[in-house]
């Protein structure tokens, strides 16, 4: 792949440069238009700043949630330009379409170093479509913006999109440093872990994760098992798991699973168990063995912290992928913090897969130095990690 040196090499200053990135941030609940975790933005900014200290007119681009293709108020990335010219230190010009008037003329009076914000890309079918032709009509108009193309949005290199896989095609194109410094990240974790290697896997369903758990399960020392999956695989052992998350379908699956790990594959010996979904609910600590039928289990429980906690301890690489509960409400949050501090102590290489889990280390409040590596993509980590060709990566290799 050419990367971002390679076309700082040859020069930007007064060309139009387009750049994917991974601005998918997510707002508060509670009040729309803030965003309440800007850590995707803020993964960019070397990216962007390179290029603009080096004269290029740059031109972001990116998705935000799932608009159906077509212009939603909801889904604007009008608070994501605000947000990333106070992180720039200088303003970014918003378009308020993607390939219309507004972002051709944008473009167009764009100075030396100035930077423009396109709308949401979703909010043209042409973006995420399955028939070439749409798909690569898009990718035209987009490409008549700039002169060269940089993608830095790891998030979304594992789909097949106008944006990441067919400007590609119709432009110079260049990798940023944050897609390098994931897949060779990624890499080192999936080719070549130093032992002893612990995975830790959370979330809500097994059939997201199986296909990961298939391709790691040879490689580890340890697979740890938490989050609503874990409960599938409990049910598998023989244990009711009362009102928690459960996909009958796959418990089968499940006990194949625990029989080929011969031991490796560890499982909350408690949970902590609720009468709902809800911060105020009644709730304690359970064995694993005797979840009542009346109860969810939204964590694991301080006996399967301490045991994952001392899994982890000898670890000397760890990749985590998916919360140990629902760390979002305060009395279920504890696992997943244990969990994440006894991976900050580890003498060896750490990586966070991502999602809900660089989420929860940003939320809980936890130093995000203390890992080795915090990985933008959640979905495109876990399907390298399976082996899959991501069609953002396969793009610029060509």
């Known amino acids: 792949m050419k990367t971002l040196d390679d076309l700082l090499g040859e020069g930007v200053s007064g060309r139009r440069v387009l750049v994917r990135a991974d601005l998918n941030v997510p707002f508060d609940k509670n009040n729309p238009g803030v965003i309440s975790d800007d850590g995707r933005a803020r993964a960019v900014l070397p990216t962007l700043i390179a290029l603009r200290d080096a004269g290029a ?5 990116s998705h935000l949630g799932r608009p ?8 604007t990335l009008a608070p994501v330009a605000t947000r990333l010219g106070e992180l ?6 918003f ?4 390939v219309g008037a ?21 909010f043209n079918k042409g973006e995420t479509s399955k028939d070439d032709a749409e798909r690569g009509a898009f990718a035209d108009e987009l490409a008549k913006l700039a002169d060269f193309y940089v993608d830095d949005a790891f998030g979304a290199v594992h789909r097949k999109h106008a944006s990441v896989y067919d400007v590609a095609a119709r432009l110079p194109h260049y990798a940023g440093g944050l897609v390098l410094t994931e897949v060779d990240v990624l890499k080192k974790v999936s080719e070549s872990p130093e032992q002893p290697y612990v995975v830790v896997l959370g979330g809500s369903k097994v059939s997201d994760k199986l296909a990961v758990i298939q391709a790691l399960l040879p490689k580890v020392d340890k697979l740890l098992v938490g989050g609503g999956m874990c409960f599938t695989f409990l049910k ?16 089968s699956v499940c006990a194949d699973l625990l029989a080929q790990a011969d031991g490796r594959i560890v499982l909350p010996v408690d949970v902590v168990a609720a009468t709902e979904f809800s911060a105020d609910a009644t709730h304690d600590v359970v064995d694993a063995s005797a979840i009542p039928a009346d109860r969810l289990g939204l964590d694991i429980g301080p ?15 760890v990749f985590w992928n ?3 509960g629902v760390f979002e409400l305060a009395p279920f949050a504890a696992g997943t913090r244990g969990v994440a501090e006894a991976i900050t102590k580890i003498d060896g290489f750490s990586v966070v897969g991502g999602g809900d889990s660089a989420a929860a280390v940003r939320t809980l409040g936890l130093d995000e130095s203390a890992f080795g590596h915090i990985s933008t993509g959640g979905g495109a980590s876990l399907e390298y990690l399976e082996g899959k060709t991501l069609p953002g990566v396969a793009a610029l290799e060509k």
């Open 68 to 75: 159906k293709g077509e212009p939603d108020p909801k889904f």
């Open 95 to 98: 378009a308020e379409d993607t």
């Open 303 to 317: 006996r399967s912290t301490a045991l994952f906690a001392d899994a982890i301890a000898g670890a000397k690489t």
């Open 102 to 122: 507004s972002a051709s003329a944008a473009a167009e009076a764009l100075a030396d170093g100035q930077v423009l914000l396109l709308e949401n890309l979703r």
């Open 88 to 93: 720039l230190g200088s303003p970014v010009a």
């Open 236 to 251: 598998a052992q023989g244990y009711e798991v009362g009102k928690s998350l459960l996909e009958d379908e796959m418990v």
């Open 322 to 324: 998916g919360p140990m």
């Open 57 to 61: 007119r740059v031109i972001v681009m």
